[in-house]
């Protein structure tokens, strides 16, 4: 399938959507600039980390392999105080699976990985990261938003991406040219008593990078 010609299922030209986690890898497919997992989160799941307090939600900004990432999602999942049920081993599983499977995709060694609650309109600017690629999956509250723009400024059409649909995106380090135009931001959300719960991984390849 050629992404930069057509517009799939209703994401942007350029982004690639896929009902498997496999298809995630299609990141690296010439134009592509992005690749998304069309999933819903479970029912019982959902209703349970949107009801939670805010201060039970974890948070992190760590550098490890992607080995060791469901110990470090145990860990900062007692350190909250969040009750060991079947949703909280389900959220540690999940993380951990699309580490390794990003790190795989990636070919690195290591990934930083954050994990924030969001209250306000962080990164409330279109851009694209300086970064090689970027993976992004929000398991509570509104998604990424994103769209193509071919001047840098916002873009006239604006995509959200679903809650829990993991999302993979070239930053300006991917080789590639001429760069594919498509920018995201966090949506603005101050002012609405929401609380985001967001992942990010970004591939780490060099020993030097860990820090």
């Known amino acids: 399938m050629n992404y930069a010609q057509a517009e ?16 995630l890898a299609r990141i690296a497919q010439p134009g592509c600039a ?4 069309r999933r819903q989160l479970a029912l019982e799941f959902q209703t349970w980390i949107d009801a939670l307090d805010p201060l039970k939600l974890p948070k992190a900004r760590l550098v490890l392999r992607p080995d060791a990432v469901k110990d470090a999602m145990r860990h900062l999942c ?36 954050r994990l924030d609650t969001i209250t306000t309109n962080a990164c409330r600017k279109f851009h694209i ?9 929000t398991y509570r509250g509104t998604g990424t938003q994103y769209g193509i723009s071919p001047d840098g400024e916002d873009p ?10 993991p999302m993979v995106m070239r930053g300006t380090l991917w080789p590639q040219n001429p760069r594919s135009g498509l920018l995201h931001r ?14 990010v991984l970004d591939p780490v390849f060099e020993p030097d990078e860990v820090r």
């Open 78 to 113: 007692e350190i909250v105080g969040m009750e060991d049920i079947p949703e909280r081993a389900w959220l540690e599983e999940d993380i951990s699976d699309l580490a390794t499977r990003f790190a795989e995709m990636m070919r690195a060694p290591y990934l930083r990985l």
């Open 8 to 23: 799939i299922k209703n994401a942007a030209v350029g982004v690639g959507v896929t009902d498997t986690p496999d298809g």
């Open 186 to 199: 966090s949506p603005p959300i101050e002012g609405t008593d929401e609380t985001r719960l967001v992942l």
């Open 156 to 165: 006239k059409r604006v995509f959200t991406v679903g809650t829990g649909a």
């Open 34 to 37: 992005a690749t998304l997992w």
């Open 129 to 137: 990261d300086a970064l090689h690629a970027r993976l992004i999956c």
